[in-house]
């Protein structure tokens, strides 16, 4: 097949580095005579035809913008029958031969259903700040992630320190601990919470009474949004301890900002990967980097990955607490 326009959307949750994945695309399209169409939020976009044609100087000045330039959206639409049959007749009625679909395990569902259903080419970048996909060390905005969600507890510390209290500070991460464990490791936090263990409010309650009886003045607890909430967490310490406990919830400060450095480069190079693999003829599959090698894997099993790093994080903020 002969590819003569590629389509590009950004699905789900925004993410820092984003941009530069459309702006590598667009560009990398264009040196090999590929046309570029973007899709203006998501799969909706999609459904509703919302469709726009994408030049080199229209993704000029983004590599360093957070956010994405043709908007994200979750579409409940499209998880149904007439919704998916819409987004493919769009798809042809705009003359894209192939789709590269950026975000995460959600959009690699939609981006699956129209691969295996219609036999749309798709290939799908790994877009989510979780960094909970399969086939990358990697994903794009991570980093960023957790740059920023250190920066504010850094400032956080200095009250905490100042003002001899606990503060609970609640990260993204619903179904991931991933940000969690990066930003109280390198925090210097005492104790996280994150949805793949359990966590004992009497061990975590003792273990705060102990360390203020030994002249320990201020307690940091990073807790992933998915394992619990900052404000309950607080209120539990506070009635079981004694001890004045303030909550902090980052919420969506962590999506934006200024792409670091890591996360321009990672967006750029796959965003490139994914130009060639759909020129050459290859689609269904994910693009990601192992070990700063770009890897490409089945689009099935690029879903979910489990974090092999847990426990050793654990038994270190334990150590270091």
């Known amino acids: 097949m002969s590819f003569k326009k590629i389509g590009v959307l ?32 998501g799969f909706q976009g999609l459904i509703d035809g919302d469709v726009i044609s994408l030049g080199h100087r229209s993704v000029s000045n983004i590599i360093n913008r957070g956010g994405t330039i043709l908007k994200t959206a ?19 009625k705009f003359g894209i ?13 939609g981006a699956q259903d129209l691969y295996e259903k219609y036999h749309i080419p798709v290939i799908c970048l790994p877009g989510t700040i979780d960094n909970d996909l399969y086939g990358t060390d990697q994903t794009i905005g991570c980093q960023t992630a957790v740059n920023t969600a250190l920066d504010a507890i ?3 510390r200095d009250t905490a320190h100042s003002m001899e209290r606990i503060f609970v500070i609640e990260v993204m991460g619903n179904r991931s601990g991933y940000i ?20 004992d409010y009497e061990v975590l309650c003792r273990n ?30 506070h009635a079981m301890t004694g001890l004045e406990t303030r909550f902090v919830v980052l919420g969506h400060i962590q999506r ?20 060639d693999l759909l020129v050459e003829g290859v689609s269904g599959k994910a693009v990601g980097v192992l070990e700063n090698e770009i890897n490409v894997v089945d689009l099935p099993n690029a879903c ?15 150590i270091l607490r």
């Open 10 to 41: 950004t699905s789900g949750g925004d993410g820092p580095g984003m941009n530069a994945a459309i702006r590598s695309i667009v560009r990398c399209g264009l040196s090999r005579g590929v046309e570029a169409a973007g899709v203006i939020r």
């Open 74 to 92: 979750r579409s409940e639409a499209f998880k149904t029958e007439d919704g998916q049959k819409a987004a493919a007749a769009a798809i042809k």
């Open 97 to 109: 031969d192939g789709l590269i679909v950026i975000g995460g395990d959600g959009s690699y569902r």
């Open 154 to 156: 850094d400032k956080i």
């Open 180 to 199: 969690a464990l990066e930003v109280a490791v390198g925090a210097g936090a005492e104790d996280v919470l994150i949805p793949e263990r359990k966590f």
């Open 208 to 237: 705060i009474v102990e360390g203020n009886q030994k002249g320990k003045i201020s307690w940091m607890i990073v807790a992933a949004e998915g394992a619990a909430k900052a404000p309950e967490v607080a209120a539990k310490i």
């Open 256 to 275: 934006g900002g200024v792409p670091v450095g890591a996360d321009r480069i990672l967006a750029t190079r796959l965003g490139a990967k994914a130009v």
């Open 304 to 318: 979910k990955r489990e974090n092999k790093h847990v426990d050793e994080y654990l038994r270190l903020i334990k």
